[in-house]
């Protein structure tokens, strides 16, 4: 079955940029049958979906993270991206990748194990 | 946009007992909405989608139905294993999550 890992540096500076790569196993991002995004959750809070990204490269970013974000694909390795720029510590939280199916209203599932960076100095 | 409003944010209840949590929207949005299972520590699993859907795999005690604004979804009967955050969620543009219902043993 697919499944999805996340990796990139645990620790980020304010005002520098947050990189996180998810990699996908058992299943080819290049299939066109999903979207691959990514959602964030900040420590005791709730989930915010911040963007997906296609087989293709076209990209939908939540407008509240829009100006901030870029999502890549390279589907020879099977992985897509998460870029983040000019983080605050508003932006601390568990980052994780998930399969966006489509459909009437898009679920996710499966999803990454999440991976927790913090902004700090 | 489309608000939705989970509730209760917490309860506790006994090993057994029927638990219910609501998901309303602020709109119509006939059965599209999905809810997730966040056990502590872990990333979210889809529970049920469509509103009223089980997803493969999962125990039969969770449903889900509603449709239109007002949505529930159910534990039949509470076992220790299913202490978690549920989430409801639907996609109004984008998506969005509902703002999560811990469930504790009593």
């Known amino acids: 079955q697919v499944q999805l890992q996340e990796s990139g540096p645990g620790l980020v500076k304010p005002s520098q940029t947050l990189s996180l790569t998810c990699t996908v196993s058992?299943?080819?991002?290049?299939?066109?049958?999903?979207?691959w995004s990514w959602i964030r959750q900040p420590p005791g809070k709730g989930l915010e979906w911040i963007g997906y990204?296609?087989?293709?490269?076209?990209?939908y970013y939540n407008p509240s993270l829009k100006s901030r974000v870029t999502i890549s694909v390279d589907t020879s390795k099977n992985q897509f991206s998460l870029k983040l720029s000019s983080v605050t510590a508003a932006d601390t939280a568990v980052y994780y990748c998930?399969?966006?199916?489509?459909?009437?209203?898009?679920?996710?599932?499966?999803w990454g194990q999440g991976t927790l960076v913090t902004v700090s100095s | 946009d489309i608000q939705m409003t989970q509730s209760p944010s917490s309860l506790s209840a006994s090993v057994g007992d029927r638990v219910t949590i609501t998901c309303q929207a602020s709109q119509d949005i006939s059965n599209y909405l999905n809810w997730y299972q966040q056990k502590p520590g872990k990333a979210p699993k889809l529970l049920i989608y469509?509103?009223?859907n089980l997803e493969t795999g999962v125990p039969s005690r969770f449903s889900g139905s509603g449709s239109g604004t007002d949505f529930t979804f159910t534990i039949s009967s509470l076992q220790p294993e299913d202490i978690a955050t549920y989430y409801c969620q639907q996609y109004d543009n984008l998506p969005l999550f509902g703002g999560g219902t811990k469930v504790e043993i009593k």
């Open positions: 469509d509103a009223s």
């Open positions: 998930a399969r966006e199916v489509p459909a009437a209203v898009n679920w996710f599932d499966p």
């Open positions: 990204i296609y087989y293709s490269g076209s990209t």
């Open positions: 058992g299943g080819s991002i290049s299939s066109g049958d999903y979207y």
